[in-house]
């Protein structure tokens, strides 16, 4: 029997565990994943936008890896000064760590700490109810938002903050931000990037959404697109990037509705310091405007344009944050590896693996995590016979409580599925998640009671 532990319970994790048991090569192995939360899937529960409900749909696939007879979830489980890596090593026969990217990328201009500056990940942990996102209502006294990026991640706040409460309501938005929606005085939201429209990272299915939005207008300035040469003649582009092109085109071609709440998308402009106004609260952006720069980037015109804010999202990226107790690229912002080996001072570490965003980066879609953890486990399978031979106990998770886990199983998980219907069914909607760390673990104890 090998006894292997999964560290996270997003896609790559579940994936990691679907390809170690889900294989004849290697008979009898037992996964645990475990996780922080007592909540499983990852930014699937707390990263995919309310509104996009079919995405969200894929936890019903992660669920059926999670109820595999040879797989266990264990939340409440934090690998860290009580629980270092190298204890975990001792309870299993082999580690993977599938802990993703934790941190957003920050933009390094004056005025990035103004109160109502945020990253788009602490807005997003707020409308998704995650237990650690901050107590903010981030819309007080906001009638104009930045949202600097444009990737996909960007389009979902962008809409979110365009959105009525209203359309929200059907989903599983936690109420207070759904309450927090409902009073929103935003009228405009501009979505910026550095670079061309041609050049954007958002997928033309998420830039389309944007125009379907109810009582919401897409403003495009013409002369804006203008500057991007291939813009132009979109027919020298690669299929996505056109489409865009072509989204965007429509757009600025259409006469202004006149609707009362507005998206700007923006390109060819760099922000360069974050404005302070009445209260040392943000007030708005000071851009350089850019131009190409004939080698697919873009260069400074020394021409600046203001755009009033009382709410500025980052969205430039994610990065990995290390994990004491193991290697870490801080250039790269993931761990060394050989194939999903983790790498100590050059040379393979028996036992401990790494997979998804942690492993190669915050690139790709959720798919993109597949082949990556399948490759992952083919290397942990290889070795398999080796690390067969390791001492670790029958089962691993008293060790785990005595350093301190909380140790949720998959009945504790049930339970929160069952009070946040409840909730739901009280407030008249379908389930709401529980926002908080003492909502979801006394539901938790509710199903190991």
């Given at each position: ?50 509104d996009h409900e079919k995405i969200k749909s894929l936890q019903n696939n992660l669920r059926a890896v999670l109820e595999h007879e040879r797989v266990r979830f264990v939340g409440g489980v934090e690998v860290g000064p009580g629980l270092p890596p ?80 209203a359309e929200l309501a059907h989903t599983d938005m936690p109420q207070g931000a759904l309450g927090v929606l409902a009073e929103s005085g935003v009228r405009d939201v501009h979505m910026v990037g550095r670079r061309g429209p041609s050049q954007a ?118 990065r990995g944050v290390p994990l004491e107790g193991l290697p870490f690229d801080t250039a790269t912002g993931t761990v060394p590896h050989l194939a999903g080996r983790i790498l100590r001072e050059g040379e393979t570490s028996p036992g401990e693996y ?96």
């Amino acid at each position: 029997m090998l006894r292997v532990a999964v560290v996270g319970s997003g896609p790559s994790g579940v994936y990691t565990a679907q390809s170690l048991v889900q294989q004849e090569r290697v008979p009898d192995v037992h996964v645990d994943v475990l996780d922080r939360l007592p909540c499983p899937y990852g930014l699937v529960r707390y990263g995919v936008a309310p509104d996009h409900e079919k995405i969200k749909s894929l936890q019903n696939n992660l669920r059926a890896v999670l109820e595999h007879e040879r797989v266990r979830f264990v939340g409440g489980v934090e690998v860290g000064p009580g629980l270092p890596p190298a204890r975990l090593l001792e309870l299993y026969h082999a580690v993977v760590y599938c802990v993703g990217a934790a941190t957003d990328r920050r933009l390094g201009v004056p005025g990035e700490d103004l109160a109502g500056s945020w990253s788009a990940t602490d807005f997003v942990s707020w409308y998704s109810a995650h237990p650690d996102a901050v107590a903010e209502e981030f819309l007080r006294g906001v009638e104009s938002a930045v949202v600097i990026g444009v990737g996909n991640v960007a389009v979902d706040v962008t809409r979110i903050l365009a959105r009525g409460a209203a359309e929200l309501a059907h989903t599983d938005m936690p109420q207070g931000a759904l309450g927090v929606l409902a009073e929103s005085g935003v009228r405009d939201v501009h979505m910026v990037g550095r670079r061309g429209p041609s050049q954007a990272r958002f997928t033309t299915k998420e830039l389309r959404e944007l125009g379907t939005l109810p009582g919401v207008q897409v403003a495009v300035d013409t002369d804006e697109l203008a500057l991007d040469p291939a813009c132009l003649d979109p027919s020298t582009l690669p299929a996505a990037n056109r489409r865009n092109v072509e989204v965007l085109r429509t757009w600025a071609e259409q006469p202004p509705p006149g609707l009362s709440r507005r998206i700007h998308p923006r390109f060819f402009l760099r922000p360069v310091e974050l404005l302070e106004g009445p209260a040392g609260r943000v007030a708005g952006v000071r851009f350089e405007r850019t131009a190409p720069d004939g080698m697919g980037g873009v260069t400074g015109t020394g021409r600046y344009e203001v755009i009033d804010a009382q709410l500025v999202l980052r969205s430039v990226g994610y990065r990995g944050v290390p994990l004491e107790g193991l290697p870490f690229d801080t250039a790269t912002g993931t761990v060394p590896h050989l194939a999903g080996r983790i790498l100590r001072e050059g040379e393979t570490s028996p036992g401990e693996y790494v997979a998804g965003w942690f492993k190669r980066g915050p690139s790709g879609v959720i798919g993109t995590n597949r082949p990556c953890a399948k490759e992952t486990a083919q290397s942990l399978l290889d070795d398999a016979p080796a690390l067969a031979g390791r001492d670790v106990p029958d089962d691993a998770l008293p060790g785990l409580r005595a350093s301190g886990a909380t140790g949720v199983e998959w009945p504790g998980w049930l339970a929160i599925e069952r009070a946040e219907a409840a909730l739901g069914h009280s407030l008249g909607r379908g389930p709401v998640k529980i926002p908080d760390w003492a909502g979801l673990l006394a539901a938790a104890r509710d199903g190991d009671s």
